[in-house]
């Protein structure tokens, strides 16, 4: 009987597609204090030579990517 009573809520439960899913400001402030801690171990456990190689190697892969881009735009 209990898998009939799971089974008949998941029917009424409206069908929600991914790219319609917001997620709620209480889940939003979770996920930026989550990221705001992480970043504060990654500081206190690398050196910071090593936090600023990591950004400019970040960066440069970015403009790599950049450039990939802007040469298949000027191909099509």
Known sequence: MGMEVKMAEKEKSP????KDYK???EVR????TARAEMRES???LFPP???EHRKTARREILLGI????DDTLERM
């Open 66 to 69: 950049r450039d990939l881009i």
């Open 42 to 44: 990654m500081r206190a």
């Open 29 to 32: 402030q979770h996920m930026r």
């Open 49 to 51: 030579e090593f936090i």
């Open 15 to 18: 069908k929600r597609s991914k």
């Open 23 to 25: 997620p709620s400001e």
